[in-house]
T-cell receptor
């Protein structure tokens, strides 16, 4: 089955700095690569995603990059703000496996003012 | 649409009791997922359905857990008998893989926080 690993598990940055979280997956058939944000006590919500025919996607301060050869994709947050503090999850998905969606273990980001 | 609706939001029960969690997915969505979240194990996929049919239940911890989806607008996750180690937040999520633009995006309910004493 799919093996998904995120690094780092915790990340602390100063407000205004950049943050990068990496997700490594094992299933070469994965073709959809989302990132979810979960604030304390809330539900996970999609913040950005990318499909396998694209190498990079940007939405304001967040971006996702994909390296299908190496089987990893990364979340980039620039100009971090305290409201970016949350747990971030990657969840690569393979439609060849019937749509199964496995989450990484999560990265707790703390942005200090 | 009101989004994915789960009930109850909170449940406190005693060991050995039966627990039933309920989920109403977003209308028109063809996938439904049940996840369990704990500090130790993160977000675990328990089971998922496609067009009301269970596709993969390999994440269901043991026979005490069962899930059904009798129709496109309702699913249940049942634990019988419950144990203290079942204490967790249980999330239901749905997705519309027929949507060419947003295919794959999971929409989560607010979760059901279960405490088994």
């Amino acid at each position: 089955g799919e093996n998904v690993e995120q690094h780092p598990s915790t990340l602390s940055v100063q407000e205004g700095d950049s943050a990068v979280i990496k997700c490594t997956y094992s299933d070469s058939a994965s073709n959809y690569f989302p990132w979810y944000k979960q604030e304390l006590g809330k539900r996970p919500q999609l913040i950005i995603d990318i499909r396998s025919n694209v190498g990079e996607k940007k939405d304001q301060r967040i971006a996702v990059t994909l390296n299908k050869t190496a089987k990893h994709f990364s979340l980039h947050i620039t100009e971090t703000q305290p409201e970016d503090s949350a747990v971030y999850f990657c969840a690569p998905r393979s439609y060849n496996q019937g749509g199964k969606l496995i989450f990484g273990q999560g990265t707790e980001l703390s942005v200090k003012p | 649409d009101a989004g994915v609706i789960q009930s109850p939001r909170h449940e406190v029960t005693e060991m050995g009791q039966e627990v039933t969690l309920r989920c109403k997915p977003i209308s028109g969505h063809d996938y439904l997922f049940w996840y369990r979240q704990t500090m130790m194990r993160g977000l675990e996929l328990l089971i998922y359905f496609n067009n009301n049919v269970p596709i993969d239940d390999s994440g269901m911890p043991e026979d005490r857990f069962s899930a059904k989806m009798p129709n496109a607008s309702f699913s249940t996750l049942k634990i019988q008998p419950s144990e203290p180690r079942d204490s967790a937040v249980y999330f239901c999520a749905s997705s519309n893989d027929r949507d060419r633009v947003r295919s794959g995006e999971l929409f989560f309910g607010e979760g059901s926080r279960l405490t088994v004493l």
